[in-house]
C-alpha cells in the first residue's frame, strides 16, 4: 500500500499541478499574491485554504504572471473603454462620477456585501449605476460588457486580502449560502463539497479538482477563451452533476457567492485570473 | 475596419549594445476564419490579420504571413538583437485593407 501512495505521489508531482509549497506568487511587476495560508475559522472542515493557481499545470500558472501574457487583460481593456463611454439618457459615463477606476481598490475583496438589508454583488452595483444614474440599459450578468467592467474593477484590488462580512445583517445570507454549499443536487447527487472539499487535488476525469474558491473571478479560460463570471462557473458545476442550475444573479447564487467568498477570506484578490 | 482592433506589444526601454532582446506583439482582432457560418446559415466572411511585420531602424526583423487557422487575439513572441538605439515599428495588415501600426523606442548603452 505505501508503495503504491508513493508511486501515486511522484505521478502527481510529474503533472506540475502543485509547485512547491509557496505560499505566494510573484507577478512579473513584482506584485506578491497569497495563494495559501490558514483557513478562516468559519470553514470548519479545512486547515488551508488554496487558490485555484496551485491546481493548474506550468504553463497555465505562467500565463498569469505576466500581465502580457495574461489573455484577460485583452478585456481588461475593453473595461477601460466602456468606463470612459458614454452610454444612456443622463449623458454620462462611469468616469463621469466615479474618475478615477483607482479609487474602487478594496472593493472587491469585500464584495458581496450587504447595503440596506440586501446581498449585493459587484454585477448589482454596476447595474444599479447604469439603470438608475445613467438611464441605460442593465448589462446581461455574464456578458462580455459586464465581465469586462467587473474585471477592471476588480483588478484595483488585486492583492489584497478577500475580506467578506458574514456577520450582522450578512449572517442570513451566509447561511443561505452554506445551506447550498452541503446540499446534495442534480442525477449524480452530489454538493459542492463532495468535490471542492472532500477531494480537492485529487483528479476528475484529465484534471485537478480545486478548493473551488472565487478569488480570482471573473476568470479568462481556456476552454471558451473569454472572461467568466462566478455565476457562469457555478451553472457549469450544477450542470455536470445533471442538476438544474439556478438562475445567474438570483437570490441562490448570490448567496453561495457571498458563502464561497467567505471560505477565501485570507487569500489574495487575483482577478483578472486564468484557469482551465 | 474591424472592430476593437487594438495592438499592444512589450519592448524593454534599454538593451546592451548587441543584445538580444524578447520582443511580445499581441493585437486584439477576431480572426473571423471564413469557414464558419451564421444562424442563418450564410458563410461569416473572412476577416483576419493576415500579413505582420516588425522593422528596427528601417531594417526588417521579421515578416509574418497569416493564415486563417490562427486563432483570436494573435500572439507574437520573438527575439531580436539590437546594436545601437533606434524604434521597433510595428505593424499589422488586415483583410480589408487597414493597417495598424505602433512603435517602440529602445535605447542602447
Known amino acids: 500500500m505505501r508503495v503504491s501512495i ?3 505521489a511522484m505521478a502527481l508531482g510529474a503533472t506540475g499541478a502543485y509547485s512547491g509549497e509557496d505560499a505566494s506568487l510573484t507577478l512579473e511587476d513584482g506584485q506578491s499574491l497569497t495563494i495559501r495560508t490558514d483557513a478562516p475559522p468559519h470553514t470548519e472542515n479545512l486547515s488551508e485554504i488554496t487558490s485555484g493557481w496551485v491546481y493548474r499545470s506550468d504553463e497555465t500558472q505562467a500565463l498569469q504572471l505576466d500581465d502580457f501574457d495574461n489573455p484577460a487583460f485583452v478585456f481588461v481593456d475593453q473595461g477601460i473603454d466602456l468606463y470612459a463611454a458614454v452610454d444612456g439618457s443622463e449623458g454620462k459615463a462611469c468616469a463621469s462620477c466615479h474618475e478615477n477606476v483607482e479609487d474602487f481598490a478594496g472593493l472587491r475583496a469585500s464584495m458581496p456585501k450587504v447595503v ?3 446581498l449585493v454583488t459587484m454585477e448589482n452595483l454596476v447595474n444599479n449605476c447604469r439603470t438608475e444614474r445613467m438611464g441605460a440599459e ?7 460588457q459586464m ?15 478577500v475580506n467578506v462580512a458574514i456577520d450582522g445583517d450578512a449572517a442570513p445570507f451566509w447561511e443561505a449560502g452554506k445551506e447550498l454549499y452541503y446540499t446534495r443536487v442534480g442525477q449524480l447527487d452530489m454538493a459542492c463539497s463532495n468535490c471542492h472539499e472532500d477531494n480537492y487535488g485529487n483528479m476528475i476525469r484529465a ?11 471573473p476568470t479568462y479560460r481556456l476552454k471558451n477563451a473569454k472572461l467568466n463570471s462566478s455565476h457562469g462557473r457555478f451553472k457549469g458545476c450544477m450542470s455536470n452533476i445533471r442538476a438544474t442550475p439556478f438562475a445567474e444573479g438570483g437570490d441562490e447564487f448570490k448567496a453561495l457567492e457571498l458563502y464561497l467568498a467567505s471560505r477565501g477570506n485570507g487569500l489574495s484578490v487575483e482577478t483578472p485570473s486564468v484557469r482551465n | 475596419m474591424a472592430k476593437g482592433v487594438k495592438p499592444r506589444v512589450r519592448v524593454p526601454k534599454k538593451a546592451a549594445a548587441g543584445e538580444i532582446i524578447t520582443i511580445k506583439t499581441l493585437i486584439s482582432h477576431t480572426m473571423e476564419s471564413g469557414q464558419r457560418k451564421d444562424a442563418d446559415g450564410n458563410i461569416i466572411p473572412r476577416s483576419i490579420i493576415n500579413r505582420f511585420t516588425c522593422d528596427f531602424n528601417g531594417q526588417n526583423v521579421i515578416d509574418v504571413t497569416i493564415e486563417p487557422a490562427v486563432s483570436t487575439n494573435p500572439f507574437f ?7 545601437e538605439s533606434g524604434e521597433f515599428k510595428f505593424t499589422w495588415y488586415d483583410d480589408d485593407g487597414s493597417v495598424y501600426e505602433t512603435s517602440k523606442p529602445i535605447t542602447v548603452g
Open chain 1, 138 to 144: 442593465p448589462w446581461k450578468w455574464s456578458g462580455g
Open chain 1, 207 to 217: 484534471d485537478h479538482l480545486s478548493q473551488g474558491q472565487i478569488n480570482g473571478f
Open chain 1, 116 to 118: 440596506d438589508g440586501e
Open chain 2, 77 to 83: 513572441e520573438f527575439e531580436a538583437k539590437v546594436p
Open chain 1, 147 to 161: 465581465t469586462a467592467m467587473t474585471a477592471l474593477i476588480g483588478l484595483q484590488s488585486r492583492g489584497m486580502p
Open chain 1, 6 to 8: 508513493a508511486i501515486l
